[in-house]
Every structure is written in structure tokens, then in C-alpha cells.
């Protein structure tokens, strides 16, 4: 992990070889698997769940109750959501699935599924 990492939370579950660069914020009860790369500026909140080799570009956000299975890319910039009514207290995640594509700039909604191998367009 780099040295100017800004905040790593409890309980969060880092596998090997994996590389988080400035300025990034892991929240509490995240878990990030082998080999995956997390860009500078990126925002990983709490409960998040990360699979293997995944590639997290800078300035990314990824809220609670989200899911990223194995072999991902998320471009930079990429939003995700988890409050399809926002200020209501029901959150659901976004649950992106193996070999995704999610190019720069894009806002996914709360509560999609992307499937195996889908690519999401820029912005």
C-alpha cells in the first residue's frame, strides 16, 4: 500500500498484491481482493466488496452495499449510487459482474446489475 495512504478503516479485509495509491479512502468492513489496483483519490465506502485483479480508476466513488466481482474495470470518475430515493433510508447497492467494463464518467443508478463481460459507456 503507498505511504501517503489518507484512511483505511476497521476490519477491512486487503489481499495480496494489491495496490491502493494517494489519497484513497477505504471505509470500515470493506474487502478487497488479490491483485486488484485502486487509483488515486478513489473513494471505496464502507461494506464494499471487491473481487480479484480488479482495476479502480482515480477519482472513483463506490458506496456502501456495493459489490464488484472479478476482472472489473472502472474507468475514472465512475459514480455509483445507492440511494434510489434520495434521503430515504433504504440504500441497495450496485452489483457489477465479472469482466465489466465501466468506461470514465459514467453514473450507474442504484440497485443495477451490470452482467459478466457488459460495457458501460462513457459519461
Do not use: Q
Not at 471505509?27 to 487509483?39: A, M
Not at 434510489?84 to 465489466?100: D, F, K, L, Q, T
Request: contains cysteine; hydrophobic residues 40%.
Amino acid at each position: 500500500m503507498s505511504e501517503v495512504l489518507k484512511h483505511v478503516g476497521k476490519n477491512v479485509k486487503i489481499g495480496e498484491d494489491v495496490k491502493i495509491w494517494h489519497f484513497t479512502y477505504v471505509g470500515d468492513n470493506t474487502e478487497i481482493d488479490d491483485g486488484t489496483k485502486i487509483g488515486s483519490l478513489a473513494h471505496i465506502d464502507y461494506g464494499v466488496k471487491i473481487g480479484k485483479r480488479c482495476k479502480i480508476e482515480g477519482s472513483a466513488y463506490i458506496p456502501p452495499l456495493t459489490v464488484i466481482e472479478d476482472d472489473v474495470f472502472v474507468g475514472p470518475g465512475v459514480i455509483f449510487t445507492n440511494d434510489p430515493y434520495p434521503m430515504s433510508p433504504r440504500m441497495v447497492g450496485v452489483h457489477i459482474e465479472s469482466g465489466a467494463v465501466i468506461c470514465a464518467g459514467a453514473i450507474l443508478k442504484a440497485g443495477i446489475r451490470v452482467g459478466a463481460k457488459s460495457v458501460v459507456g462513457m459519461g
